[in-house]
């Protein structure tokens, strides 16, 4: 390895090389700026990583697999990655919810098909399901544009307000905000399209009998019947090298095993970094620290660069619930009981509705759940490409307590994640597809179990296991979010912006806060330059 010279200098420094440090990295360059990405890790992508290491003929997703609000969101679409390599696939259907009686919940890309499948569960409901679909027609590009631009959207929320009485006015926005569980305001009869909303609102944190869950789980599933929940052909990790490859053609740099140790700050703005242990390099315009905010503030910085209100809010800091998560390479495709009308990529385990909310809810209560919500990735139905014919990389995770005060199950499970207790756990995550797949176990080739540990010391930004970058719940979102009265990339320290997904609109792979980040830097930077412009004239102060 050659090592850089002392006093390196670039317009910006960014830290982390996942999707967010690449996406501030690309429109950096964009508009100009010479950039150098450090990543920690010996390769690029945070949570967004393949590899064969569970068996060398499956390609399986380490962490992410599968990008809704990629395919939805503006910053992505801004960067043609299409353009760069990229090619998305979808499974036959977005998402499937196999019940106990044997029926499937389903959401196809196509919305009359989805509605026959829910009409045929529970008539009437494919008509609710079409009414909601055309509310959404009318504002959902509106809601999730105000969702994945800098807080606040104004422009956004203006195109929302427009749209608002045509979608359904305030009957909209309650139902938006009623949680996930709720009966009274869903225009559903069945459960199976609950199921979905439901399943949906799991994917985050948010208790499913709170405020915000309804939100979560009704965008995704729009999200889903809109643009499906696509996957990078031949892993998550096309993703991120398109990403890189993007960078690298407008003369960015990125730099893996480059760990970052410390950000020097000098009048209260960003300079420096140092990384690698002993190197430096100056940052003549931003420091971008795509890395969760604990990081950032707590271990990057020295506490006295820290302002007052940053060092308070970061005290009552939350952390998302852990995360245990086994990939699996099978003999056959999973045997499931009663087969999916479509065969799904997404698949959601869990018995009804009451049952989803109680294992969410003794996570939060510090309880490792009896019976744990799985939300299962087929990725070979997804995309054939990623194991031989006939074969399915799998995989499943589920959320657990960041600190375990006792297990609802019978095993005891107390929270050391040790390798006895992952596996045994990693065995209760199992019995509940056997429950619907009958004989599964017996096409298991090779397994991985992933415990809390094992995520974070395969990408440090994963503290504790914790996927999101910090909780969902409402009260650390938009304005909250990472601590009060932020909701924006800057933190305080001029120079220095957080574009991870600890910022807002928060975790998932969309590059939203990369992306802000990059257009505070830049916004920031003609700011100056104008003042600087103005006081340089002969004349002015
Ligand atoms: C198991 C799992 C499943 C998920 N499933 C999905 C999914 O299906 N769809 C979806 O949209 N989202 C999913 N997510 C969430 C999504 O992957 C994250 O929200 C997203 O990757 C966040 O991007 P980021 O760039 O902010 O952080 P990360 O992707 O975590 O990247 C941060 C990078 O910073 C590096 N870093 C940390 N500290 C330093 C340091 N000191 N110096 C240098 N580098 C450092 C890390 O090594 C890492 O590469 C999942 C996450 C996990 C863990």
């Given at each position: 390895?050659?090592?850089?010279?002392?006093?390196?200098?670039?317009?910006?420094?960014?830290?982390?090389?996942?999707?967010?440090?690449?996406?501030?990295?690309?429109?950096?360059?964009?508009?100009?700026?010479?950039?150098?990405?450090?990543?920690?890790?010996?390769?690029?992508?945070?949570?967004?990583?393949?590899?064969?290491?569970?068996?060398?003929?499956?390609?399986?997703?380490?962490?992410?697999?599968?990008?809704?609000?990629?395919?939805?969101?503006?910053?992505?679409?801004?960067?043609?990655?299409?353009?760069?390599?990229?090619?998305?696939?979808h499974?036959?259907?977005?998402?499937?919810?196999p019940?106990?009686?044997?029926?499937?919940?389903?959401?196809?890309?196509?919305?009359?098909?989805?509605?026959?499948?829910?009409?045929?569960?529970?008539?009437?409901?494919?008509?609710?399901?079409?009414?909601?679909?055309?509310?959404?027609?009318?504002?959902?590009?509106a809601?999730?544009?105000?969702?994945?631009?800098?807080?606040?959207?104004?422009?956004?929320t203006?195109?929302?307000?427009?749209?608002?009485r045509?979608?359904?006015?305030?009957?909209?926005?309650?139902?938006?905000?009623t949680?996930?569980?709720?009966?009274?305001?869903?225009?559903?009869?069945?459960?199976?399209?609950?199921?979905?909303?439901a399943?949906?609102?799991?994917?985050?944190?948010?208790?499913?009998?709170?405020?915000?869950?309804?939100?979560?789980?009704?965008?995704?599933?729009?999200?889903?019947?809109?643009?499906?929940?696509?996957?990078?052909?031949?892993?998550?990790?096309?993703l991120?090298?398109?990403?890189?490859?993007?960078?690298?053609?407008?003369?960015?740099?990125?730099?893996?095993?480059?760990?970052?140790?410390?950000?020097?700050?000098?009048?209260?703005r960003?300079?420096?970094?140092?990384?690698?242990?002993?190197?430096?390099?100056?940052?003549?315009?931003?420091?971008?620290?795509?890395?969760?905010?604990?990081?950032?503030?707590?271990?990057?910085?020295?506490?006295?660069?820290?302002?007052?209100?940053?060092?308070?809010?970061?005290?009552?800091?939350?952390?998302?619930?852990?995360?245990?998560?086994?990939?699996?390479?099978?003999?056959?495709?999973?045997?499931?009981?009663?087969?999916?009308?479509?065969?799904?990529?997404?698949?959601h385990?869990?018995?009804?509705?009451?049952?989803?909310?109680?294992?969410?809810?003794?996570?939060?209560?510090?309880?490792?759940?009896?019976?744990?919500f799985?939300?299962?990735?087929?990725?070979?139905?997804?995309?054939?490409?990623?194991?031989?014919?006939?074969?399915?990389?799998?995989?499943?995770?589920?959320?657990?307590?960041?600190?375990?005060?006792?297990?609802?199950?019978?095993?005891?499970?107390?929270?050391?994640?040790?390798?006895?207790?992952?596996?045994?756990?990693?065995?209760?995550?199992?019995?509940?597809?056997?429950e619907?797949?009958?004989?599964?176990?017996?096409?298991?080739?090779?397994?991985?179990?992933?415990?809390?540990?094992?995520?974070?010391?395969?990408?440090?930004?994963?503290?504790?296991?914790?996927?999101?970058?910090?909780?969902?719940?409402?009260?650390?979102?938009?304005?909250?979010?990472?601590?009060?009265?932020?909701?924006?990339?800057?933190?305080?320290?001029?120079?220095?912006?957080?574009?991870?997904?600890?910022?807002?609109?928060?975790?998932?792979?969309?590059?939203?806060?990369?992306?802000?980040?990059?257009?505070?830097?830049?916004a920031?930077?003609?700011?100056?330059?104008?003042?600087?412009?103005?006081?340089?004239?002969?004349?002015?102060?």
């Open positions: 390895m050659t090592v850089p010279a002392p006093h390196e200098t670039y317009d910006a420094v960014v830290i982390g090389a996942g999707p967010n440090g690449l996406v501030a990295a690309n429109r950096l360059a964009d508009a100009g700026w010479s950039v150098v990405v450090l990543e920690g890790r010996p390769h690029i992508g945070g949570a967004v990583h393949s590899d064969r290491s569970v068996d060398p003929a499956f390609e399986h997703d380490m962490f992410s697999s599968f990008y809704p609000l990629g395919a939805a969101s503006p910053a992505l679409r801004s960067l043609d990655l299409e353009g760069h390599g990229l090619r998305w696939r499974a036959p259907a977005v998402l499937g919810h019940r106990p009686d044997g029926t499937w919940a389903t959401l196809h890309r196509d919305r009359e098909v989805t509605a026959s499948l829910l009409d045929g569960l529970c008539p009437g409901d494919g008509e609710a399901w079409l009414a909601l679909c055309e509310r959404w027609d009318r504002i959902g590009d809601l999730v544009e105000a969702l994945l631009t800098p807080f606040p959207p104004a422009r956004a203006a195109k929302g307000l427009l749209r608002l045509s979608a359904g006015g305030m009957d909209l926005v309650r139902m938006l905000l949680p996930a569980l709720d009966d009274a305001l869903w225009p559903f009869r069945g459960e199976a399209p609950r199921l979905l909303v399943g949906n609102a799991a994917h985050s944190d948010i208790p499913l009998d709170a405020p915000g869950s309804g939100l979560m789980g009704l965008l995704m599933t729009l999200v889903g019947q809109v643009h499906g929940f696509p996957v990078p052909e031949g892993g998550s990790s096309r991120v090298e398109a990403l890189a490859r993007r960078l690298d053609s407008r003369g960015g740099e990125v730099r893996c095993s480059a760990p970052v140790d410390r950000i020097e700050v000098e009048g209260g960003a300079v420096a970094v140092r990384y690698g242990g002993g190197s430096r390099v100056v940052a003549g315009r931003a420091v971008v620290g795509a890395v969760v905010a604990p990081i950032l503030y707590e271990r990057l910085l020295d506490p006295a660069d820290l302002p007052d209100r940053v060092r308070r809010g970061m005290r009552r800091f939350q952390l998302d619930p852990s995360t245990v998560k086994v990939d699996w390479a099978l003999d056959g495709p999973v045997p499931w009981q009663v087969p999916a009308p479509y065969a799904p990529g997404t698949v385990v869990g018995d009804s509705l009451s049952q989803l909310s109680e294992s969410v809810g003794q996570i939060w209560a510090g309880y490792v759940p009896a019976r744990p799985l939300l299962m990735g087929q990725m070979t139905t997804t995309d054939p490409t990623r194991s031989p014919s006939g074969t399915e990389a799998l995989w499943a995770y589920t959320h657990v307590p960041q600190q375990v005060r006792g297990d609802r199950g019978d095993e005891g499970i107390t929270g050391s994640w040790d390798a006895s207790e992952r596996e045994r756990f990693a065995d209760r995550m199992q019995a509940r597809i056997e619907r797949a009958p004989g599964f176990a017996g096409r298991i080739r090779a397994r991985r179990v992933l415990g809390p540990r094992e995520l974070e010391a395969a990408n440090p930004n994963l503290i504790g296991g914790a996927v999101n970058g910090g909780t969902t719940q409402l009260h650390q979102e938009l304005i909250f979010r990472p601590v009060p009265g932020w909701g924006r990339a800057e933190t305080g320290i001029r120079g220095l912006y957080l574009g991870s997904a600890s910022a807002h609109p928060g975790g998932a792979v969309h590059g939203a806060p990369g992306m802000n980040a990059a257009r505070a830097a830049i920031h930077e003609r700011f100056r330059a104008l003042k600087l412009g103005r006081r340089s004239r002969p004349g002015s102060r």
